[in-house]
């Protein structure tokens, strides 16, 4: 088995770390079980993250260094954060890590990716940010920044054959990554076929299902039982949720050891999983316009199955009548 693998993350992109820091909840696997190599058939890394490491400055840097000129073969890319046009403005630059010793000037986060992507047997985008621009790519940022898919291009192959592994979500559930990790490491090591990617570059196993259809509310919204507020535990869409549209499984997973999950703890869904986030969602706490078609056609059906389901509760709760004396 190859091992160790390094996983060089760079969280350099335009972002807030959001995604390590989620990353310290994992725990199917976690990442303490990555790093030790606790799973049978997986090989162990070697993990490169500013926010996770006990080296810092220069020290830190020349990881991403080993890693450009080939010396932490075979190594996994994480970018984290999204990726600035560095083209669009005469001076200045928008993001950058380390310091060239030639020069003294800062080395680009752009130029980073152009020397790591070829060379990493693997690259993932963690986080929305990082896979189709996020929060920092909404309509007017004078940024001009994307996701790595647009940076590199959609039809990208790295080293080891792989297309960008995009795992979004803002900041990204923590297990949906790491099992993503321990799915390409098992792929490296020869024991899983290639994996199986949607046309958003998604893991399929983890973005098919929409959280309307993992919502523990789902029973609410057949009856057409729709919550005017927030203050309920009836169905939000009312209120804005756009979970009848989007491919999740938080409302299913749960946010750390399977507890929370939007909608299922009284948010509003708002798409952060998906690329048209979050321009095509806005403003949040509206009710999607295509809700009030659907929830429209739901409710003659919803009102008269709750009726009916009420008037059968009602006989249900009753005992039958020969128990009576
Ligand atoms: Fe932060 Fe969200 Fe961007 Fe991750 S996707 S870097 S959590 S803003
Ligand atoms: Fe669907 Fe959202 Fe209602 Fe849950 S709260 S049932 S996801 S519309
Ligand atoms: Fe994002 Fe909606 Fe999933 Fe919550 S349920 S993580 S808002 S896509």
Not at 2 to 15: C, K, R
Not at 221 to 244: H, L, M, N
Request: charged share 15%; hydrophobic share 40%; glycine share 12%.
């Amino acid at each position: 088995m190859i091992e160790p693998v390094h996983v060089v993350w760079v969280t350099a992109g335009l972002g807030c770390d959001g995604d390590t820091i989620a990353m310290t909840a994992a725990s199917l696997p976690s990442i303490e079980e990555l790093v030790e190599g606790a799973l049978p058939g997986v090989p162990r890394i070697v993990l490169h993250n500013p926010v996770l490491a006990y080296e810092n400055g220069d020290a830190f840097v020349q990881s991403m260094r080993d890693a450009a000129q080939g010396r932490l073969d075979p190594f996994i890319l994480v970018v984290e954060g999204s990726i600035p046009n560095e083209k669009n403005k005469a001076d200045g630059y928008w993001a950058a890590v380390g310091v060239d010793p030639a020069s003294g000037q800062p080395i680009l986060t752009c130029d980073w990716l152009d020397r790591l992507a070829p060379r990493a047997w693997a690259v993932v985008a963690a986080g929305t940010c990082a896979t189709y621009g996020g929060i920092h790519a909404m309509q007017g940022n004078p940024t001009g920044c994307m996701g790595l898919p647009d940076y590199l291009g959609w039809s990208f192959r790295s080293a080891g054959g792989v297309p960008i592994v995009c795992v979004p979500g803002c900041p990204v559930q923590p297990d949906n990554f790491t099992e993503t990790l321990s799915y390409l490491l098992q792929q490296l090591a020869g024991r899983a076929p290639m994996i199986p990617l949607d046309e958003a570059l998604r893991p399929r196993w983890l973005f098919t299902q929409t959280v309307h259809e993992g919502c523990d509310r789902g029973g609410y919204y057949e009856q057409a039982d729709f919550a005017p507020d927030y203050a309920s535990t009836r169905c939000i869409v009312k209120v804005g949720c756009w979970g009848p549209v989007v491919q999740c499984n938080v409302g299913k997973r749960g946010w750390m050891a399977g507890i929370g999950g939007c909608p299922n703890v009284g948010g509003v869904c708002i798409g952060c999983t998906m690329p048209g986030f979050p321009d095509k969602f806005m403003s949040f706490m509206d009710e999607p316009p295509g809700a009030k078609m659907s929830t429209a056609a739901v409710s003659t059906y919803g009102r008269t199955v709750r009726a009916l389901r009420q008037f059968t509760m009602d006989s249900m709760n009753r005992e039958p009548g020969w128990r009576k004396p």
